[in-house]
């Protein structure tokens, strides 16, 4: 069993030992929870180290590494051909980070729930599955191994949110789960459209041998969708003709994908299931939510929907760089106006997140790295806001920021690294987040004199992203930390105390990886640099070769 | 006299059978209406099997006859509970599966 | 090579790590400590100097592809870097009295040698990333040492609008930043040909808003609300400076059109900022005024060509005003000393006849006044006329090509000559002369070493032989040659020069006259007085701070109405796209009841309404059943039949 | 005029008459009774088709069993039930509406068909060849008949003996 | 004559499987009526089961005819059979209702004797006998449930039933008339004559009532909601299923699609009848009821397989087929398990999965299977129909597989919101009541068929094996 393939499966074995024990027992499910993750955790770290970024590809076949490959499904399905998927992992440059950011953030997420006591037992199955999904979703090479990681995620999640989420926690869970699906029926449809448009030359070769008849092997696997292995005049085939009201049928997969996975990112106008999952989900959840399972999002985007659809890209360029700009600006004006410290990070997500997309929509080399970059930093950086205000919450059982001021007097610790982490978060040099927020603005600003994609003033306007991020970070921090130390409520001042060894735990070295990446990126691009440019090479090939005639 | 005249009367015991079902509040006589239909069936099927040397028809008529025969009898069973639960056969007050 | 650049990171690090040993001492002597460290970087960077003598020192990094981060030391910059480490020293030794018995003197210590680390980096920053990391970091760090008493709201908050001014004016140097860098110029020293007008034009407003430049200006007094030391080491000698550094290093490459913005936009400022500084009662806004002021002239300098003056007064501007701030930082420590907390001890309306009590003060305070005003044989004279005369010549030679309205420069800047010496004279005249409003007197206070040798020094250094043999020659700067060499600069006819310092010296001496005959016979201001619009006008900054003030009001509210329609409206437009589609058959009205509704709850209230339309039909009679399927039936067979 | 079309015009009068009679009468014994009426007269028909076999056996099933149950069926809901028998009828209009549609609907669509007898092929000795059939061609229906009646036979038993059950 | 009847005795050999049934069902009867003891009818009814098993044989992939072409045998028949019967066989695990005596048990043989011979049925006699016999045991096995309304459903269903099957027979004498001849291989195209046309959509008119498409759906909710458990399991799947493969049959026999409105019209009644599965189910409390707008839902799904030529869907349509069997006999398990302790309402369910966590998740994979989501293999189901849709969609254009292929998607979302009230109620709400108690060998079984429906999806081979070796017409 592959390195990869350890990674995920491991949590099951962990589910496994979570389901024989009995419910008695409640301290060892999170003891088991924590082993499993943190086993993960170093498989995570082998995998880095032992991955190569000097490799080079010419077609996607070779970009992967750590691949393993088996025959899931071959089914006949009569006249259609046949049906291929595969269990089909590996990682390149864009995943293999985003692996190793999950399984980071999933340890400290057990930590996080340390605290956990309402029936611990479900609480750290659905968790440990959870853990299997997300790395699963970021390593499948095989559209349908990809769906069914990224649909099964929802169901943990739901229940993560509907049982151990806060008051509104029923109305909010069912918000994400509706949301969610809904953009992942999307993406159904167009995955199964895709696979009806690719075949695979080999199995088809082999199956015919074994026939004797002509047989059409459909594929769900990437790499063969990837390296454009179409078939003639099929419904997603480039220059088919299909059209439903005068829009290319692939224009239409490009733009049905880039709804389904926006929604996951999330992008104005379907975010607004993000900051109510936030606000109701358990701080454990919240970490995860915003750490890992908006980056899925950005991560489809990448690599479905850009990929494999460079002409839909290159065509929908500008408005979809548009779009991004829109979240960049108006998830920022919302976030200065919550009244709940969760809820403005929650929208400066939105805000971030416009960020990625509008990196990737450029489609330059320092867009597209800019945009990875920042779908990692703002892992780092959200999942331990998330943690912040749920110290805060811990303790008070309140997030309102008018609610307490001066709160440096008594909490310098926690003060401090609130401090490090909202800079982080509005851009300040020298932490990760600048590195990403400024890739992503230069190729905005390239983009036109470079591949003539996205006009310059989008760019331009996006800077304004980094002013309003500082108004509302900093109007909170001055709110909340500075001025008299005062509370809502006198019972607080007794329960307020400054971090705790296990808290110091999450947020140190969540801290130290901020400020390193923010001063040493090249440690990530040189990672993924040659994926990178190997990705936007093939988009801008490919793409003009598949744009309609 | 032709084939048409068969069908004439075979299509008015159809629509009539169909009518009863429809109209009568005894759920005897919705019955009646169904065998009604039945028989405008076989009246079809007995007048086409004229130019069939197999007389299909008319075996597929005797069949049915008796599958009549065995529906009818089902339901008056089935309709004996219905009146022991509901004290009436009024096949508009056998309503009370509403949700 | 290697060494050098391992003794720069040294260099540079050196502060910091200063300030990291320093929590490891005593809370007494920490700041001591903190000196030390700052003495011998200072040491250190005249080692620098050495070392690039005859060639810069050039390093990069790489970081991605073509960005790399590329550090540039030449003499300007190891001169620079002497000069921050040099006040530096002297402002860590000013509060080590300065702040005793404050609360987080460590955490004070290593924000400032933060910041003295960060304006080094800004200054060795040759590529436009890094140059924008330390930029950031400079106006970062101000924060912190802004926001170091946090727990009064007023000075947190002042911290954090001083932040966002900063932040929108870095917004502003990133577009240029980013622009040039779409072009494939990564670095300073790569700009070899003019720069186009718009990325220039965005380059130059980040300049302005480090160096508190309308409109940008408002910042720097709000900045006041730090600790006076840093007041006199940020605000005064080294970050606001870094507008005008970038500015000078830009100078090479900007187009003329660019210039002449700086030019009015600096003289603009200059006047502005004089006129405001006439009607301040805090010691320390008067000083943040004149900052501002000065900056312009700097700017002016910049815009008319004569960058080499500009790089003067920015040297000589360091010296005497840091010297003015740590004066005025000693007059507050005693009244604060006096007053406890009964008073305001910056307001100069509470104070004068303190020449008996700070004697010492008084003298440094005049000296560096009088280099403020331009009074010959002072260095602001020799630095400031360059600069006059230049906006002369540059004006003659736009006037010779029939645009006279570059005649409002050296307008402004002469009349900005004239309200100079007439503001600082108001200070000193309100704080040392005249009777005195204290109403409790101290005569047992002594001044500390600590505080009086920086000030000695910095008086000292007002001098102009520390800058030029002659007194008058505002061209006759020892670094002039040494560092400037390859600045054009504007050639100046000797009768323009000639003009230009005796108009300003004889508008200074009008000016002081004036400041006398208004202030200087015991007028002694109240602090409830009434004060006319003029006066009203003036000491709000031209109501500068209202205008940011409306700004950030308005947007806050625009923000509320944002969320407001997030919350109403956007969450349910999914509902909105969803009914209408399904719906669009139904009447306007009915969407209309239901629109206000959310998305889950509006498509489940939708499906719940058909189902029950549906159940209905499901849950009737079974011969009503019936009849409707068979209408559907006949209907279906109709449809084949007659379509 | 031949005699086969005055027997068959006779009969599908009878018919119309006992078929309206079942829409028109509320008297539930005479409804059961032109229901045979139209039975026996479709026997007469059949009849008039060459199908004998059929006739008998419409007549012994249709008028011999069927209307016999029909009439138990009456008699036992009436025993218990006190409102009397319901035989009124409901949503005449609509079913109306029905029928004249399927009527002359029907009637056009038969009017405008193709069918005719175009040759007459029965066997000449229909009983023979039905007994033959059922032995051979149908065999399997015949006996999945078989099994049908013995389910009609131990499913109505029991469930007319669970509302015995019920009743106790 | 000699010859014809030595030709019979070969025939009855090679259906001795069908025909032995017969016998053992009233061998059973027999049995049966001199014991009382469940298991032991139990065990009997298995055996009948098991001894079709054994004389069953797999048929060629060509079509035979048997019996004067009466009766027809191919594969996919014979696969369907055995479907039929191993489904049946599981049902023996449904917890026993009270009352279910031998009666009950040889009205489920009925139903699927008629259920195997409507799928051999070439001949519309015996279609008609076989489509009869498995309604006339389906109105008895319904009112064999208990409670007061059982009579009540089935009494709507053999009104409903007895007219459509009625109207049904008309058609068939029409096309009787027409095509001179009732062997369905043999009809030929007959143009469209109005009153052929009338005969032809009448005679479909019986054969959508037992496949429960719109407009011939009313009678399901009823007749599930009072039904003996097992019994609604059987006649939502097995008589459903043996439906649409005579759909099959006939759609080709009848040559239905060299109409041009064919299509149209059928994609219409299907997008009708998942609409109103899914949107009626919405307002159930009952669970049962949803489940049962559920498999109408469900019905549209199987039917828009089969409106699609050249064999586009029927590969998807036999794993639709094993799918839904299989997910049908695990949630009318589930409901069965559930309705013994009288949990009968959406509401009652409220709060027990923090009790019952295991049956709460086998409950939840159950509807996520229902629903069509991953990883189960409800949506392999879904996958290969969406296949089907958008491959004959991409050969044809035709706007109305394309309207068709969007509904489907959207009544996806639908039926989210209702099939998850039951996670729902279980998880997110609380209720004070006392935890229910459910007997080992019960949760087993459940758990074995919410397993299955989770591994059939992580190994599909087995399936695959058996479905590709099926005849695809």
Redesign the interface.
């Known amino acids: 069993m592959s390195l990869l393939s350890l990674i995920i499966f491991i949590p099951f074995l962990a589910a496994g030992i979570i389901l024989l024990i009995p419910q008695r027992f409640t301290p060892i499910f999170k003891w088991v929870a924590l082993l499993s993750t943190s086993a993960q955790f170093v498989l995570a770290i082998i995998l880095i180290i032992n991955f190569d970024p000097q490799l080079s590809a010419n077609s996607w076949g070779e970009i992967f590494q750590f691949v393993e490959k088996k025959q ?9 051909g046949w ?1 291929s998927a595969e269990y089909h992992v590996g990682v390149d440059g864009l995943s293999v980070w985003l692996v190793v950011l999950s399984a980071l953030l999933l340890v400290i997420g057990v930590l996080s729930s340390w605290k956990v006591t309402r ?1 611990t ?2 609480y750290f199955f659905l968790y440990i599955m959870l853990s299997s999904t997300i790395v699963g979703c970021f390593v499948a090479l095989d559209l ?1 191994l990809f ?2 990681f990224f ?2 995620m929802l ?1 943990p999640m739901f ?1 993560l949110i ?2 151990w989420g806060g008051i509104r ?3 909010a ?3 994400f ?3 969610t ?2 953009g992942s ?1 999307f993406i ?2 167009v995955f ?2 895709l ?3 690719v075949s695979d030359a080999d199995l088809s070769a082999k199956l015919t041998e074994q026939t004797g008849i002509e047989q059409v092997v459909h594929t769900f696997n990437m790499v063969t969708i990837l390296d454009g292995n179409y078939d003639n ?3 997603l085939s480039p220059n088919t003709g ?1 059209e ?1 009201a005068g829009i290319p049928m692939r224009y239409w997969a490009f733009l049905f994908l880039v709804i389904g996975f926006s929604i996951k990112l999330p992008i ?5 299931w993000l900051p109510d999952a936030h606000v109701e989900a358990p701080t454990a959840i919240s970490v995860l939510l915003a750490g890992i399972l908006l980056k899925i999002g950005g991560y489809g985007l990448f690599r479905v929907a850009y990929a494999m659809f460079p002409d839909g890209a290159m065509h929908y360029a500008q408005p979809i760089a548009i779009l991004g700009l829109i979240s960049i600006i ?1 998830g920022g ?2 976030a ?3 009244g709940d410290l969760k809820r403005l990070i929650a929208y400066s997500s939105i805000s971030h997140m416009g960020f990625v997309l509008l990196g990737l929509a450029t489609l330059t ?2 867009g597209i ?1 800019g945009s990875m970059f920042q779908m990692l930093s703002h892992g780092l950086i959200s999942s331990a806001l998330f943690l912040i205000v749920g110290v805060y919450y811990d303790r008070t059982g309140d997030r309102k920021i008018e609610n307490a ?2 709160l ?2 008594r909490l310098p610790n926690y003060t401090f690294f609130t401090a490090l982490f909202f ?1 982080a978060s509005l851009g ?3 932490m990760s987040g ?1 590195v990403g927020e ?2 992503v ?2 190729g905005a ?2 983009s036109e ?2 591949n003539g994609l996205v006009s ?1 003033w989008v ?2 306007v996006a ?2 992203g ?2 309003i991020s ?2 509302y970070y ?2 909170a ?2 709110r909340m ?5 005062w509370l809502r409520k006198p019972e607080w001042e007794e329960a307020i105390e400054d971090l705790k060894p296990r808290e110091w735990i999450m947020l140190v070295p969540l801290g130290a990886m901020v400020i390193y990446f923010g001063l040493f ?2 440690v990530i ?1 040189d990672a993924m ?1 040659e994926t990178v440019r190997f990705f936007t090479d093939h988009i801008l090939t490919q793409g003009v070769e598949y744009a309609p005639k | 006299m032709n084939l048409n005249a068969f069908l004439y009367l075979s299509i008015f015991l159809f629509a009539s059978g169909l009518t009863i079902v429809l109209v009568k509040k005894n759920a005897v006589l919705v019955l009646v209406g169904i065998e009604l239909m039945l028989n405008a069936a076989n009246l079809n099927l007995v007048a086409f099997s004229k130019f069939d040397p197999k007389i299909s028809g008319q075996m597929f008529a005797i069949f049915v006859i008796v599958l009549a025969a065995g529906e009818i009898a089902i339901g008056l069973a089935i309709l004996i509970n219905v009146y022991k639960n509901y004290m009436t056969a009024n096949v508009s007050e056998i309503d009370h599966l509403k949700h | 090579m290697q060494i050098t650049g391992t003794y720069i990171l040294a260099l540079i690090l050196l502060p910091v790590i200063g300030g990291l040993v320093a929590y490891r001492f005593e809370k007494d002597v920490s700041l001591k400590v903190n000196a030390f460290f700052v003495l011998v970087t200072l040491i250190g960077s005249f080692g620098l100097i050495g070392m690039v003598h005859s060639e810069s020192f050039v390093a990069s990094r790489h970081w991605l592809d073509d960005y790399t981060l590329q550090i540039n030391v030449d003499r300007i910059a190891a001169l620079l870097i002497t000069l921050v480490y040099f006040i530096a020293l002297l402002v860590f030794i000013f509060s080590i009295h300065y702040m005793k018995g404050e609360k987080g003197i460590k955490r004070y210590g290593l924000k400032l040698s933060f910041f003295t680390s960060s304006m080094v980096g800004l200054l060795i920053s040759d590529s436009f990333i890094l140059l924008f990391i330390f930029w950031e970091m400079v106006g970062f760090s101000s924060y912190l040492l802004i926001s170091y008493w946090y727990y009064e709201k007023e000075k947190a908050k002042s911290a954090k609008e001083a932040f966002m001014i900063n932040r929108v004016a870095d917004a502003f140097l990133l577009i240029g930043i980013i622009m040039l860098m779409v072009q494939g110029n990564h670095s300073l020293s790569a700009l070899n040909e003019p720069l186009g007008f718009w990325a220039g034009l965005f380059l130059v407003f980040g300049a302005f808003g480090k160096s508190a430049q309308l409109p940008f200006s408002g910042w720097l007094p709000k900045a006041m609300a730090g600790p006076t030391p840093v007041s006199a080491l940020i605000h005064a000698a080294t970050m606001v400076t870094a507008g005008v550094y970038l500015l000078i290093r830009l100078s090479p490459v900007l187009p003329e059109s660019l210039k002449f913005v700086i030019a009015i936009v600096g003289a603009g400022t200059a006047f502005y900022a004089a006129f405001s500084a006439l009607a301040q009662y805090d010691i320390k806004s008067v000083l943040a005024y004149s900052t501002i002021s000065q900056l312009g002239y700097m700017m002016v300098g910049i815009g008319v060509g004569a960058t080499t003056s500009a790089a003067f007064h920015l040297w000589t501007h360091a010296f005497f005003k840091a010297g003015l701030f740590m004066s005025a930082g000693s007059v507050i420590m005693y009244m604060h000393h006096v007053f406890r907390h009964q008073y305001d001890p910056q307001d100069m309306r509470n104070m004068g006849g303190l020449r008996r009590f700070l004697p010492v003060t008084f003298v440094v305070h005049t000296i560096c006044s009088l280099a403020l005003a331009g009074i010959p044989f002072f260095s602001g004279f020799m630095s400031k006329g360059g600069i006059l005369s230049g906006s002369i010549q540059w004006a003659n030679n736009y006037g010779e090509i029939g645009f006279l309205w570059a005649y409002l420069v050296p307008f402004l800047a002469f009349s900005t000559a004239f309200l100079t010496p007439i503001y600082i004279a108001r200070q000193l005249f309100l704080v040392y002369a005249n009777k005195t409003n204290l109403p409790i007197w101290i005569t047992g206070f002594r001044q500390s070493y600590w505080v009086k040798a920086p000030l000695a020094i910095l008086a000292v250094l007002s001098v102009w032989f520390f800058f030029g043999l002659n007194p008058l020659n505002a061209n006759g700067w020892y670094l002039s040659e040494y560092a400037f060499a390859s600045f054009a600069s504007i050639p100046i006819s000797f009768k323009i020069t000639v003009i230009g310092e005796v108009v300003a010296t004889l508008l200074v001496i009008a000016g002081v006259s004036l400041a006398y005959l208004i202030y200087g016979r015991g007028v002694i201001l109240s602090v409830g007085q009434r004060r006319n619009f003029f006066a009203e006008f003036a000491f709000r900054g031209w109501f500068l701070t209202n205008v940011y003030a409306a700004i950030a009001i308005t947007y806050q509210s625009f923000c509320r109405v944002l969320a407001k329609i997030d919350e109403r409206f956007i969450d349910h437009s999914i509902d909105l796209l969803g009914v209408s589609m399904v719906m669009f058959s139904r009447s306007i009205g009915w969407i209309d009841r239901y629109l206000v509704d959310g998305i889950v709850r509006f498509s489940a209230k939708f499906a719940a309404t058909m189902g029950t339309i549906l159940g209905r039909l499901q849950s009737r009679g079974i011969q009503s059943q019936i009849l409707y399927l068979l209408i559907l039936f006949i209907s279906i067979i109709a449809w084949i039949l007659f379509l | 005029m031949e005699t086969s079309n005055i027997i068959f015009l006779f009969l599908a009068a009878i018919m119309v008459g006992a078929v309206g009679f079942i829409l028109f009468s509320t008297n539930i014994l005479r409804i059961l009774f032109a229901f045979a009426l139209v039975t026996i007269a479709l026997a007469g028909i059949y009849v008039l088709l060459h199908a004998e076999l059929v006739a008998v056996i419409q007549l012994m099933i249709y008028a011999g069993g069927i209307v016999v149950i029909m009439v138990f069926g009456i008699m036992l809901t009436k025993e218990i039930s006190e409102k009397g028998i319901t035989t009124g009828t409901h949503q005449i209009f609509p079913a109306i509406l029905i029928f004249l549609i399927v009527m002359f609907g029907g009637g056009w669509m038969i009017y405008r068909s193709s069918l005719t007898w175009h040759e007459e092929a029965m066997p000449t000795n229909v009983v023979e060849t039905t007994g033959k059939l059922f032995l051979t061609d149908h065999l399997l229906a015949f006996e999945l008949v078989a099994f049908l009646l013995l389910v009609v036979l131990v499913g109505a038993s029991f469930v007319a003996h669970k509302s015995k059950e019920a009743k106790k | 004559m000699n010859d014809q009847l030595n030709q019979i005795l070969n025939d009855l050999i090679l259906v001795k499987a069908d025909a032995v049934l017969i016998f053992s069902s009233v061998v059973f009867l027999i049995i049966g009526l001199t014991t009382t003891s469940r298991l032991i009818l139990k065990s009997f009814y298995v055996i009948s089961l098991l001894v079709y098993l054994l004389l069953h044989e797999q048929a060629d992939l060509s079509v035979i005819y048997l019996f004067s072409d009466f009766y027809k045998t191919s594969s996919i028949q014979s696969f369907f059979k055995l479907l039929f019967i191993v489904f049946s066989g599981f049902l023996v695990f449904y917890p026993s209702e009270k009352k279910q005596g031998v009666e009950f048990y040889f009205l489920m043989l009925a139903i699927i004797i008629g259920s195997i011979f409507m799928i051999s049925a070439n001949h519309l006699l015996l279609f008609y006998i076989a489509i009869e016999l498995t309604s006339f045991s389906s109105y008895l096995i319904i009112s064999l449930g208990s409670g007061k309304r059982v009579f009540e459903g089935s009494f709507k269903y053999l009104i409903f039933g007895g007219t459509s099957s009625a109207i049904m027979l008309y058609g068939i004498s029409i096309l009787y008339g027409y095509q001179e001849t009732l062997l369905v291989s043999q009809f030929t195209y007959f143009g469209d004559e109005p009153f052929y046309l009338f005969g032809l959509l009448t005679a479909f008119a019986g054969l959508l009532f037992k496949v429960s498409i719109f407009p011939f759906h009313i009678w399901v909710p009823s007749t599930y909601q009072e039904g003996p458990n097992a019994a609604v399991s059987l006649v939502a799947t097995v008589p459903k299923l043996a439906g649409f493969l005579v759909l099959i049959h006939w759609l080709d026999g009848m040559k239905f699609f060299s109409y041009d409105w064919a299509r149209p019209l059928f994609t219409l009644l299907i997008i009708f009848t998942i609409s109103i599965g899914v949107l009626a189910a919405l307002r159930q409390k009952n669970v049962k009821r949803m489940v049962s707008y559920g498999a109408i839902a469900h019905s549209g799904f199987l039917m828009a397989m089969l409106i699609l030529p050249d064999g586009f869907g029927v590969n998807s349509f036999l794993w639709y087929a094993v799918i839904y069997a299989l997910s049908n006999l695990a949630i009318f398990m589930m409901i069965s398990i559930f309705e013994k302790k009288s949990i009968i309402e959406l509401e009652d369910y409220s709060g027990l999965g923090s009790k019952n966590a295991l049956l709460g998740a086998v409950f939840t994979v159950i509807l996520l299977a229902l629903i069509g989501l991953p990883p189960t293999l409800g949506f392999n189901a879904k996958l290969y129909m969406f296949s089907s849709l958008l491959g004959y969609y991409q050969l044809s254009n035709d706007l109305w597989i394309l309207t068709l292929f969007i509904v489907a998607i959207f009544s996806i979302v639908v039926s989210l919101f209702f099939y998850l009230k039951v996670p729902y109620n279980m998880f997110l709400k609380s209720s004070n009541e006392v935890s229910v108690n459910i007997n080992l060998p019960e949760k087993l079984v459940a758990t074995i068929f919410s397993l299955l429906l989770l591994l059939g999806f992580l190994y599909p081979e087995l399936l695959i094996t058996i479905i590709d070796n099926i005849n695809l017409d």
């Open positions: 899931w499904i071959l089914l006949n399905l009569g006249t259609l049906l029936r037992k479900g349908m769906y069914v649909e099964f169901l229940f509907g049982i926690r029923t109305y869970s069912i918000k789960f509706l949301y699906l809904f029926l159904l449809v199964v459209g696979y009806l448009s005049g099929a419904i299909f439903i104005v106008p379907v975010h607004t108006y004006m919302n200065m106006a919550q080399s320092e790295n001021s001066g440096a007097i800079f300040l040099p020298g600048f400024l890739f603005l230069l600003v390239g004199n470079s310059s760019g331009l800077v304004l980094i002013i500082a108004a900093l109007w921090f001055q930390f500075m001025g008299r130390f990126p090249n691009f640099s």
